[in-house]
């Protein structure tokens, strides 16, 4: 028996039109092929708002005050073709609003204009991927997109991330969302304690190095491309290693093991054996309490040095003379070392050295001797653990460590370092740079607290808190890339050695 037809509407049937409706007609046949909704007063589109008209091959809903579409609007319309959502007033369309129209050949939206900000990023890909015909999408904003179609939009890949520039949420991008997923997520939890962290790349496989002082190891892990964590590749064995330093020259590979006791030695990677082996020690009487390694080139020719800490400090540059290496310079005698840092400044080669018993000092290569020599200091900077060197938009920056009082920013001005921004920073060990892509950050690592890691901000040209890490008794703070995915290495000496990926929050979900 054919159901009473509402008094709003007409109806045959297989078809059903209403003008001026403020509800959907639900007293129907189910096998109303076809229905209309015009000039109605609705105010969205609800979630299987037509899932009771299965058979639907037509929906009609022009003219009406519609502002949002739900998700799964049209849940339960397998077989409709036809979808006309002309004229209304849509500001919004939830990311799986037309999921299960599997049978839609055509989605005509004329006359709705949109916000073609980070919350359409969704639609503007589901535009070039659809096999629908779909009519043409305006922009009403922001400025730059206005009368623009969607589809012809250049990209949202920037704007649309939350480490990107912050005109996405200016513009309306779902900030309660952004704030509910973190930028930096654990990915992966060592057990064992480590103090240092060094990655290389080999044969397009990407290696990690970490110092255990506990275990007596130095541990070589390997990005495995199928499980999506590092696994253990190698370890080498000693007492007391506080530093690994992968070295690659050509096709070989070396680790520079560096031991409080024992003296410290130098792996290479022995293809027959598949695993490193020891190829050189280093004297004992040169090098009793290393403290850093620190490798760089100065004309195609490999150096690294070695900070040494103890009272008789003897920090010592090494040299590659293809057959191994060999000590080539003493410098900086008698001051516990606890730092070295290569930078190049303004084209020329230069060693900044940290010590506990004076300010860093700044040598320079002399390309007439080959050596280094005293170049000046960082005055005012007494008890930096470590200096490290970054750039941003070419221009050179250092971070200095203090454990008591406050940590330093400093930037070259062309004639000397400045400083920019002072962190609080007691009980810190490690301040150290990393970037990923044009995100730039500073991780702050204490023993009393949370450790920070700060976001540049351009505008300000400061640094920002970003978010806060627990890693108890942080050492170390190392970047790594591999398979499109970021990561850093956070070292523990008292706790388990965390690794935590960068995470790029797409706004548009």
Known sequence: RLARCPATCSCTKESIICVGSSWVPRIVPGDISSLSLVNGTFSEIKDRMFSHL?????????????????????????????????????????????????????????????????????????????????????????????????????????????????????????????????????????????????????????????????????????????EMNFRSYDNITGQSIVGCKAILIEDQVFVVVAQLFGGSHIYKYDESWTKFVKFQDIEVSRISKPNDIELFQIDAETFFIIADSSKAGLSTVYKWNSKGFYSYQSVHEWFRDTDAEFVDIDGKSHLILSSRSQVPIILQWNKSSKKFVPHGDIPNMEDVLAVKSFRMQNTLYLSLTRFIGDSRVMRWNSKQFVEIQALPSRGAMTLQPFSFKENHYLALGSDYTFSQIYQWDKEKQ?????????VQAPRSFTAVSTDRRDFFFASSFKGKTKIFEHIIVDLSL
């Open 54 to 226: 299965p058979s639907l091959q037509l929906l009609l809903l022009n003219s009406n005050s519609f502002t949002v579409i739900r998700d799964d609007a049209f849940a339960g319309l397998f077989h409709l073709e036809y979808l006309f959502i002309e004229g209304n007033k849509i500001e919004t369309i939830s990311r799986n609003a037309f999921r299960g129209l599997r049978d839609l050949t055509h989605l005509d939206l004329r006359g709705n204009k949109f916000e073609c900000d980070c919350k359409a990023k969704w639609l503007y890909l589901w535009l070039k991927m659809t096999n629908s015909t779909v009519s043409d999408v305006l922009c009403s904003g922001p400025p730059e997109y206005q009368e623009k179609k969607l589809n012809e939009v250049a990209s949202f890949d920037y704007e649309c991330t939350t480490t990107g520039t912050s005109a996405c949420l200016a513009k309306g991008g779902h900030l309660e969302q952004a704030l509910r997923f973190p930028y930096f997520v654990v990915h992966q939890t060592l057990p064992y304690q480590s103090v240092s962290v060094d990655t290389f790349n080999s044969k397009n496989d990407v290696y990690v190095a970490i110092a255990q002082p506990s275990m007596e190891n130095c541990m070589v892990l390997e990005w495995d491309h199928i």
């Open 462 to 470: 400061l640094f920002k808190k970003f978010k806060e890490i627990y």
